[in-house]
T-cell receptor, first 108, second 114 residues
């Protein structure tokens, strides 16, 4: 079965602290994984995808096939990082399978 | 490029009425995806359309729901005889090509069934 799990509904950290948003997946083939972000009152937008191996706004994510994980990390959280984060898996037909989402709250 | 447009942004329907949700993809995009977000849940895929064709409708409820993407005009998600359980946010995304290409999301339509 194709599934994405984000175990934390809410993650609250202080500004400057490291952040790790967890994502685990279940997929029989070679996965195509994404992180999407939704800032307050804005539309969902792509943050990063694993094949590009980019760092966007200081965030990185590494695909670990052994642990079937794609955790999102940032060494020093900023207040403007507060948002809803969704991990997603793309199926071979192009549809995205989303996790339940994690709200990141960065406190001053 | 105005981005993906959805209208209406908010829609209130009484039980038994029909709801029509519209999605205009980004210019040059011929692939449209619909997702539904129920309260306290993540987004769930509903249907994937390319101009005039349904490519994948594995997430569509078997009854009352239909979708189209005509040669001209927006994509329409139609829900007949709405029930309270249809209350959700409906998101549309578009991409220039299918499969691994990035999907660009619209702002969503929030449907409330009273």
């Amino acid at each position: 079965a194709q599934r994405v799990t984000q175990p934390e509904k809410l993650l609250s950290v202080f500004k400057g602290a490291p952040v790790e948003l967890k994502c685990n997946y279940s997929y029989s083939g070679s996965p195509e994984l994404f992180w999407y972000v939704q800032y307050s009152r804005q539309r969902l937008q792509l943050l990063l995808r694993h094949i590009s191996r980019e760092s966007i706004k200081g965030f990185t994510a590494d695909l670990n096939k052994g642990e079937t994980s794609f955790h999102l990390k940032k060494p020093f959280a900023q207040e403007e990082d507060s948002a809803m984060y969704y991990c997603a898996l793309m199926s071979n037909t192009g549809k995205l399978i989303f996790g339940q989402g994690t709200t990141l709250q960065v406190k001053p | 490029n105005a981005g993906v447009m959805q209208n209406p942004r908010h829609l209130v329907r009484r039980r038994g009425q029909e709801a029509r949700l519209r999605c205009s993809p980004m210019k040059g995009h011929s692939h449209v995806y619909w997702y539904r977000q129920l309260p306290e849940e993540g987004l769930k895929f509903m249907v994937y359309l390319q101009k005039e064709n349904i490519i994948d409708e594995s997430g569509m409820p078997k009854e009352r729901f239909s979708a189209e993407f005509p040669k001209e005009g927006p994509s329409i998600l139609r829900i007949q005889q709405v029930v309270r359980g249809d209350s959700a946010a409906y998101f549309c995304a578009s991409s220039p090509r299918g499969q691994t290409y990035e999907q660009y999301f619209g702002p969503g339509t929030r449907l409330t069934v009273t």
